[in-house]
């Protein structure tokens, strides 16, 4: 995945103000190559909106770690976490997994994954557990 979709940030931050969060924490993962120029723009409308912006990469082992992390202190101050998830399906699917194993699981967190193409796969979906919650932006068109 090299770009966001047109009109992408808009969105994001539409949503963002629907839910309405405070702070969402773009997580971008091993199998994201997307533009900083993308990234950029992201990150700018959201704070001109008034959207605290948390940027992680979860390239390594020990950022990942590190995101999980962040994502149990939410749990043990109940907190409330909106995540914004960027990288290929095969990946997101595996970062449900793990999700799911380590036992981030809980009400006040929002994981939003993207997924850029094609249908949402029966791995994904049978990961998904009662208490999680999990928006997928998919098959994004221009300007929607």
Known sequence: MRRLPRD???AVKDIA???PAKTVT???GESTN???QDI???LC???KHHIQVINLNITSKEYKDKYYEFLKKALDISEERTS???CEPYECENILIELTENNLIHRTILYIFYWPSGSISDRFLYTIREAMRVAVITNPRESV
């Open 17 to 19: 103000e629907g839910l």
């Open 8 to 10: 992408f940030s808009l």
């Open 40 to 42: 950029f723009e992201l």
């Open 45 to 47: 409308l959201l704070n």
């Open 84 to 86: 914004l998830i960027l």
């Open 26 to 28: 773009i997580v971008r």
């Open 34 to 36: 997307i533009r900083s």
